[in-house]
RNA sequence: GACCCCGUCGUCUAGUCAGGUCUAGGACACCAGGUUUUCAUCCUGGUAACACGGGUUCGAAUCCCGUCGGGGUCACCA
């Protein structure tokens, strides 16, 4: 391609995580501007004063970093104060920085008598609608009254502290988008109305800010979401009056639930309260009772999320952690949590409105920049499969080299369980945790998960009553015999390592002519309390010698306090 | 409701722009076998789609129209 001076932003509203569709729109841009070589910019836009926060900028820029993602121009990625560490020639990167930009740039509407002041409140603007919807009439906003304000009128307005906001005042013509995914798309100029451009408390509204930003910063292609389509009109026509150029627009295809439903924040609300209902139901409406397991959480506050009174996700997140709910992922943040290589997670939400052909879906970043296309982005809507997402995670960390598993297993470890099997195992046993982990799980967080056996004190696990029946108390107690055989052989064992275990054990089972999951799956019981652990001569070494017997001897009480019911035998 | 966008297996998609090579390909899921000390893998096979109706054409998944269906937008949110 011939264009080197392609640029692209990313421009997330810090109101929260990003989204899983927003990293998706970053993503794209990223790539788009790296195929083509020129400039990714990441944008702040923070003009909603309400409900934009420190945190979530931060939150954002950390999950770009974790995706793979780097941007040339905006907040520095390292700093600790992102707000004031900025690179780029075109900054400040925080729209909030920049009012007098936006400012100016109304003034000179309103010079041009592109703009006008507009004293409607927002109550009066409402009554306006519900008077429309009465009359089962489509409303559109009226300007008459507004641009009929004397001069004189206005400033007695302004005077007496009446709020304002700032109108563009929209042209009388139809307005053609120009998309490179979905054509031409012409509004009728009757369907447009004299938007906002400037808020009462005189910040610009998105569209005005975006609309300046994208032309102070050279944005050539504007990548974003289909939700956007209905918006670009309006931001053409605020191009035209202000002698921008307009860039060009893509606009992509949403991503939502298997079910069809758009993918909130507020999924993780319905799951951790559909799971809070159930355990109440079941403990008589108990609140206080489940406030207590819930820890941190009031009885208050839980009746509160229950009764729908706020989906707040911190609420949501310690209902699911003290319930053992699965909360649906939705926040890049999610998806790391739950264990998702972020290469292999921007694969997937490559191909959901993209993909580069010829039956080609597994990839990685290289990739797709070689091969990025705005002509391959598709136009229908898809929906999140997590199934194929897991499938792909699956094949990737299979392929992962042991070292790499290993960094990616400690740094879940350090952020997600507080070094806690890092510190309980060693680094040694550790490594061997990890590599008896790779072959077999799905994602990071499952060795966590799954073996949680093999942190906890030898007494603190539970052993499960199915798995105890059919491996250790069927037969008349057969698999607790062979513990018990088991047992002096174990502590006789000498190195312990996996292979001199699987030396040991092997011997057993055929000197007493046994199938190998007859001896393993008893064992497997004893260690870890259920029938589902990595290869039993690993999960032994990793346990060491002094908790395998230790187990084992607790195991053996369970023959001796929950004796065997009498079965009667063939013979 | 109005306006706008979209419509290929259950899901993501290839094929559509330049109609024939498509009795529609791949992946995930699912089903049936097989391998495996558990689990997770892995291997083999299978089920499964051009929303519907017209039209254009020798020929339509591909072009046109309509119907139906899905989605987005209609804020002093972005």
Redesign the pocket.
């Known amino acids: 391609m011939t264009n080197r001076n392609v640029v692209t932003r990313f421009a997330p509203?810090p109101t929260g995580f990003l989204h899983i569709g927003g990293a998706r729109t970053a993503l794209f841009n990223w790539a788009f501007a790296r195929k083509h070589g020129g400039t990714f910019i990441l944008r702040i836009?923070d003009?909603?004063r309400a409900?934009s926060t420190p945190e979530s900028t931060r939150g954002i820029i950390e999950d770009l970093k974790w995706l793979g993602l780097d941007w040339d121009e905006g907040p520095d990625a390292g700093t600790a104060n992102p707000y004031t560490a900025q690179t780029g020639h075109y900054g400040p990167y925080f729209q909030s920085q920049r009012l007098e930009q936006y400012r100016q740039q109304a003034v000179k509407l309103m010079q041009d008598g592109r703009a006008y002041k507009c004293f409607?409140?927002?109550e009066e603007?409402a009554v306006d609608?519900e008077e429309a919807r009465q009359l089962r009439r489509?409303?559109k906003y009226d300007r008459t009254q507004a641009i009929s304000l004397t001069p004189d009128t206005i400033t007695r307005y302004e005077r007496e502290g009446r709020?304002c906001?700032v109108r563009f005042r929209m042209p009388d013509t139809d307005i053609t988008v120009r998309d490179s995914v979905?054509?031409n798309?012409t509004?009728?100029a009757a369907?447009l109305e004299d938007f906002?451009i400037v808020?009462?408390?005189g910040?610009p509204?998105?569209h005005l800010a975006n609309v300046v930003d994208d032309a102070a910063m050279n944005v050539t292609h504007v990548l974003r979401a289909?939700?956007?389509?209905?918006?670009t009109p309006k931001h053409v026509a605020l191009q035209e009056a202000l002698g921008f150029d307009t860039p060009r627009y893509a606009h992509m295809?949403?991503i939502f639930n298997?079910d069809?439903s758009?993918m909130s924040k507020r999924d993780k609300a319905k799951a951790a309260r559909q799971g809070a209902k159930a355990y109440l139901k079941e403990h008589g409406n108990d609140t206080a009772q489940l406030a207590r397991k819930a820890g941190s959480l009031g009885a208050n506050e839980i009746e509160a999320f229950v009764n729908k009174k706020t989906d707040d996700t911190t609420i949501a997140a310690l209902l699911a952690d003290a319930l053992g709910v699965e909360l649906p992922e939705i926040d890049v943040h999610d998806f790391k949590q739950s264990g998702y290589l972020p290469e292999t997670a921007l694969n997937y939400i490559a191909?959901?409105?993209w993909?580069p052909?010829?039956?080609v879906?597994r990839f990685d970043l290289d990739f797709l920049v070689e091969q990025f296309d705005l002509?391959?982005i598709?136009?229908?809507?898809?929906?999140f499969?997590r199934?194929?997402l897991l499938?792909f995670n699956?094949?990737s960390i299979?392929k992962l080299p042991p070292e790499v598993f290993l960094k990616h297993l400690a740094a879940h470890d350090a952020e997600f369980h507080h070094r806690a099997y890092l510190e309980k195992l060693g680094k040694q046993n550790f490594t061997v945790f990890a590599e008896s982990y790779r072959?077999?799980?799905?994602t990071l967080q499952e060795p966590f998960v799954n073996g949680r056996f093999f942190i906890v004190a030898d007494d603190a696990f539970d052993y499960q009553p199915d798995a105890v029946k059919k491996n250790l108390q069927k037969d008349n107690g057969e698999g607790f015999g062979v513990l018990q055989d088991l047992r002096p052989l174990l502590a006789d064992c000498q190195p312990w390592s996996a292979a001199q275990l699987e030396i040991v054990v092997k011997q057993y089972a055929e000197d007493k002519s046994l199938?190998?999951?007859k001896v393993?799956?008893p064992l497997?019981v004893a260690v870890s309390g259920s029938?589902?652990?990595?290869?039993?001569?690993d999960t032994l070494a990793i346990l060491g010698q002094a908790a395998t017997l230790a187990r084992i001897d607790r195991c053996m009480e369970l023959a001796a306090t929950q004796p065997q019911q009498p079965q009667t035998q063939g013979h």
């Open positions: 509203s836009e003009t909603d409900r409607k409140t927002p603007l609608r489509p409303y709020p906001v979905l054509g798309v509004v009728k369907e906002i808020k009462s408390d910040y509204t998105f289909q939700e956007h389509l209905m918006n295809p949403l298997p069809g758009k191909l959901l409105g993909s052909g010829n039956n879906e002509g391959r598709g136009k229908a809507n898809a929906r499969d199934a194929k499938a699956t094949e299979a072959p077999r799980c799905r199938g190998l999951g393993a799956q497997r029938t589902v652990s990595p290869p039993i001569y």
